[in-house]
Nanobody
């Protein structure tokens, strides 16, 4: 199972970015997916998560500004980020709980991260 995160970049405060995370490989079930971020010198923190059925959860710091979504047919998750502030700067990682085959257990898989820099 591989997760490929993309969409990061440099954006000015108040701007927007949309991140994508595509899962590929041997996948029997793709359950909860999530975005985490890690700022320099800080621990990795949960930004938002979404269940297979579309139930969402957000960190208080991003509520009302970020929207998580997924396309189950494409095994892809998105994060629309609006009204970005310098405090949103960091490496954004995607995570997915996957059951690769009918005989395997669920496990968490991580993408490689994509850098988001909010600066003027």
């Amino acid at each position: 199972v591989q997760l490929q995160a993309s969409g990061g970049g440099l954006v000015q405060p108040g701007g927007s970015l949309k991140l994508s995370c595509a899962a590929s490989g041997t996948i029997f079930t793709l359950n909860t997916m999530a975005w985490y971020r890690q700022a320099l010198g800080n621990q990795r923190e949960l930004v938002a998560s979404i269940s297979y059925g579309g139930s969402t959860n957000y960190a208080d710091s991003v509520k009302g500004r970020f929207t998580i979504s997924r396309d189950n047919a494409k095994n892809t998750m998105y994060l629309q980020m609006n009204s970005l502030t310098p405090g949103d700067t960091g490496v954004y990682y995607c995570k997915a709980r996957v059951r690769p085959t009918t005989t395997s257990y669920e496990d968490d898989y991580w993408g490689q991260g994509t850098l988001v820099t909010v600066s003027s």
